[in-house]
């Protein structure tokens, strides 16, 4: 089985921008969450999206946004970058039914100027 | 609310020795998920050990075991006969209820000293 895989690994981006991160999912993995890791910290959960529909979002601004394709595949959308959304983003996908088993990818590093 | 308390950022073993990780949670959440995750210099968290709330029985993987402490909302990981291979940042973890979301201490550096 595959498994989760994350494009691109780096990216530059000027503050202002909007950046578009991509995750697939697990074979088989009908849910996937995206996390904020700042440098020296531990993940924070964005948001969770199941069935294409956004199910949980953390403490983050509606300029986080997300997308989940029939094919379970994701997307991260942040618009208006800005210095603090430099970190890692990681993408953790898991079969619902099966109760909190989390596949995790190695992550985009984002780096805003 | 759930928050994941790490107190310890920085600990070293020696090769072949033990070590045990400390860690603290809060919960409101009647059936809840622990997990120890190890993420090396590669980024990718890789998943240590998982503990179902409900179970008594501290889980086990190889060298790697838990002490849960239910009353006391505590989850060690102790790591016995370290290897090189074991040195990471390890973070501690929990979910509950039906959004699966995790959260995360702020982590634990581990160095093994050969």
């Known amino acids: 089985e595959t498994g989760v895989t994350q494009s691109p690994t780096h990216l530059i981006k000027t503050r202002g921008q909007q950046v578009t991160l991509r995750c697939s999912s697990q074979?088989?993995?009908?849910?996937v969450s995206w996390y904020q890791q700042a440098l020296g910290q531990g993940p924070q959960f964005i948001f969770q999206?199941?069935?294409?529909?956004?199910?949980g979002r953390g403490n983050f601004p509606p300029r986080f946004s997300g997308l989940q394709f029939p094919n379970y595949s994701s997307e991260l959308n942040v618009n208006a970058l800005e210095l603090d959304d430099s970190a890692l983003y990681l993408c953790?996908?898991?079969?619902?039914?099966?109760?909190?088993?989390?596949?995790f990818g190695s992550g985009t590093r984002l780096t805003v100027v | 609310a759930q928050t994941v308390t790490q107190s310890q950022p920085e600990m070293s073993v020696q090769e072949a020795e033990t070590v045990t990780l400390s860690c603290t949670y809060d919960?409101?959440?009647?059936?809840?998920?622990l997990f120890w995750y190890k993420q090396p210099p590669s980024r990718q968290m890789i998943l240590v050990i998982r503990?179902?709330?409900?179970?008594?029985q501290n889980a086990t993987e190889n060298r790697f075991s838990v002490n849960f402490q239910k009353a006391a909302k505590s989850f060690s990981l102790k790591i016995s006969d370290s290897q090189l291979g074991d040195a990471a940042m390890y973070f501690c973890?929990?979910?509950?209820?039906?959004?699966?979301?995790?959260?995360f201490g702020k982590g634990t550096l581990l160095t093994v000293n050969p």
């Open positions: 919960t409101s959440e009647s059936d809840y998920y």
């Open positions: 953790a996908s898991s079969l619902a039914v099966q109760g909190h088993r989390y596949t």
């Open positions: 973890a929990n979910s509950g209820g039906s959004n699966y979301k995790l959260t």
């Open positions: 074979s088989g993995h009908n849910t």
């Open positions: 999206y199941y069935r294409e529909e956004e199910n």
């Open positions: 503990q179902e709330a409900y179970k008594q």
